[in-house]
């Protein structure tokens, strides 16, 4: 949506992280241009996020919609974490806004593993 394209820089940092299922989970982080109203334009972009990172989801695995079609909100080290739960074998879209960049995962576990190398 134009609200968060106008936050981002033009540049992202791609990654992997394989998790103890031994799942490669994507991720990406891009450098926040201004953060003004990134929170809030990210909550009323939660409602097209699926569809809208469907090949993102569909490299990891995802057949079907989100078992869970809501994004539910959590706190890890001090870093609010928004996550869409696909199914049991971690696989969802949860994003953050971390140093002054918006991360985004396919997973609640790579987020966290994500947070903890960045906090080191």
């Given at each position: 949506p134009e609200g968060v394209a106008d936050s981002?820089?033009?540049?992202?940092?791609?990654?992997?992280?394989k998790n103890a299922q031994n799942r490669s989970r994507l991720g990406f982080a891009?450098?926040?241009?201004e953060n003004a109203h990134i929170e809030a334009d990210l909550t009323a972009?939660?409602?097209?996020?699926e569809r809208n990172f469907a090949l993102f989801l569909s490299i990891q695995g995802q057949k079907?919609?989100?078992?869970?079609t809501f994004f539910r909100g959590t706190v890890y080290k001090?870093?609010?974490?928004?996550?869409?739960?696909?199914?049991s074998q971690d696989l969802g879209l949860v994003?953050?806004?971390?140093?002054?960049?918006?991360?985004?995962?396919?997973?609640?576990?790579?987020?966290k593993a994500t947070i903890d190398?960045?906090?080191?």
């Open positions: 981002l820089q033009e540049n992202l940092t791609l990654f992997v992280h891009i450098p926040l241009a972009w939660e409602p097209d996020m079907d919609s989100f078992a869970v001090g870093i609010t974490v928004r996550f869409q739960t696909l199914s994003y953050a806004l971390l140093d002054n960049a918006l991360v985004v995962t396919g997973s609640l576990e790579s987020m190398e960045i906090q080191k």
